[in-house]
């Protein structure tokens, strides 16, 4: 059995994420002073002499400076807060001459995103830099109180920390009672302190996510490109796969096919018996011919598929299975043919996987429409294990489904249940 572990509250002061977080606050602020003293020395004269021509080279310049601050502050996320943000697309004019580039700077918005961040972190900076230095100097202070209150009376002339003066009256915690009540208030400021420290930079985590990395549109270009490049390479090495399957199946077939057919041409006149022969193996090579290109067309797409849609065609799949299947396809309508065979493939790539590795008694398919979310699952009792690390099926399953905008889940422990979810957009 696991030790069991201490409870948050008590563990937090003293976790590496905390202290981790602690020197992202401290280093902070004097950074965000320096990025701010720049920039707005920068950004304000570069504002006021864009009535001169002198103006535009130094705003650039400026929202130059200000993508290198950025720099810095996404590698300080990186390391101490464990955020990893991209670096938005770098500027670059259209021709490449120094005039080009001042334009395109002075039009990209990540790099006015950039003055913007170094303008607003400082006000927040010194904000939680005060807070935080006060909360951890003030816990850390009174937790420990009665270690160190022997040096009022030794070297201050006072019997412990003055809580109250005026001249005439003084109080000082001195006692032990006082002591003890101060140590706990000490306590309860270093217990509150991480997780006063922790939202801090749970907004720094915005500012730096919000401001310095591409926009949303970027990003999203970007996820499309790679997608597109997955459609691209899936549909390649389909190619590649139907190639291989015609050549090595059907084409070998039909090539011995025709060889036997012209054996049995030359003999039948004088051996008509063994022509006979021939004639019956041809007639068996063309029967598994035929099979294999059933086989291999079911594969690309099946007309089960386009004639009755999921619920029949899964229904055949599941019948091909090793294991009894079971199919649920409760949907209000069709979904569109890509989304449809996207589905179809999906769902047959899981069952194979259920026969050759899952060693299961039982399988279940469901389908339904959640929103505007197509969701398919597909659960076995076998031995679990599956995964979606690269170089196994999923991995490569999951890459054809966000190619769609798909999400693929799988929950397979070891021992089993596997359950494996997928959800694909929905567009009838």
């Given at each position: 059995m696991d030790s069991p572990r201490l409870p948050a509250a008590i563990r937090a002061p003293f976790e590496a994420r905390t202290w981790r977080a602690l020197l992202y606050v401290l280093i902070?602020?004097?950074?965000?002073?320096?990025?701010?003293?720049?920039?707005?020395?920068?950004?304000?004269?570069?504002?006021?002499?864009?009535?001169?021509?002198?103006?535009?080279?130094?705003?650039?310049?400026?929202?130059?400076?200000?993508?290198g601050f950025g720099a810095v502050e996404r590698a300080r996320a990186r390391g101490l807060l464990g955020l990893d943000v991209r670096a938005p697309e770098p500027v670059r004019g259209k021709t490449g001459g120094a005039?080009?580039?001042?334009?395109?700077?002075?039009?990209?918005?990540?790099?006015?995103?950039?003055?913007?961040?170094?303008?607003?972190?400082?006000?927040?900076?010194?904000?939680?830099?005060?807070?935080?230095?006060?909360?951890?100097?003030?816990?850390?202070?009174?937790?420990?109180y009665p270690l160190w209150q022997w040096v009022f009376p030794a070297y201050v002339g006072q019997d412990g920390i003055q809580l109250y003066g005026d001249g005439t009256h003084n109080f000082y915690l001195d006692s032990s009672f006082e002591i003890a009540v101060t140590c706990v208030v000490g306590l309860l400021f270093v217990m509150v302190g991480p997780w006063l420290l922790r939202g801090f930079v749970a907004v720094d985590r915005l500012l730096v996510s919000g401001l310095l990395g591409p926009s949303r549109l970027a990003s999203r270009v970007t996820e499309l490109e790679s997608d597109r490049g997955v459609v691209v390479d899936t549909a390649a090495a389909d190619l590649r796969r139907i190639e291989r399957d015609?050549?090595?199946?059907?084409?070998?077939?039909?090539?011995?096919?025709?060889?036997d057919l012209g054996l049995a041409k030359e003999k039948v006149a004088r051996d008509p018996?063994?022509?006979?022969?021939?004639?019956?193996?041809?007639?068996?090579?063309?029967?598994?011919?035929?099979?294999?290109?059933?086989?291999?067309?079911r594969n690309i797409h099946p007309a089960v598929l386009t004639d009755r849609g999921l619920d029949a065609a899964l229904s055949a799949v599941a019948g091909r299975c090793a294991v009894p299947v079971a199919v649920d396809v409760d949907l209000p309508a069709r979904p569109v043919a890509a989304i449809e065979g996207t589905a179809y493939f999906t769902v047959s790539e899981l069952l194979e996987n259920v026969s050759k590795h899952a060693r299961a008694r039982r399988a279940w398919v469901d389908v339904w429409r959640a929103g505007d979310r197509l969701m398919l699952q597909v659960r076995d009792d076998g031995v679990g294990g599956a995964e979606t690390t690269a170089g196994r099926s999923l991995a490569g399953l999951a890459e054809r489904v966000?190619?769609?905008?798909?999400?693929?889940?799988?929950?397979?422990?070891?021992?089993?249940p596997t359950t494996v979810t997928v959800e694909l957009p929905w567009r009838a």
């Open positions: 902070g602020l004097p950074l965000s002073v320096v990025w701010f003293a720049l920039s707005v020395a920068f950004a304000s004269a570069g504002a006021g002499l864009l009535v001169t021509f002198l103006g535009v080279p130094i705003l650039a310049g400026a929202l130059a400076m200000c993508r005039f080009s580039w001042m334009g395109a700077t002075l039009r990209s918005g990540a790099s006015w995103r950039h003055l913007l961040y170094a303008l607003v972190h400082m006000p927040w900076a010194v904000f939680s830099f005060s807070v935080t230095v006060a909360f951890w100097s003030w816990g850390w202070g009174l937790f420990t015609l050549h090595d199946g059907a084409q070998a077939r039909l090539s011995a096919l025709a060889m018996e063994a022509a006979a022969v021939l004639v019956d193996e041809a007639h068996g090579e063309v029967k598994l011919a035929l099979q294999e290109l059933r086989d291999l067309a966000g190619a769609v905008d798909g999400v693929l889940a799988v929950d397979s422990p070891t021992g089993g």
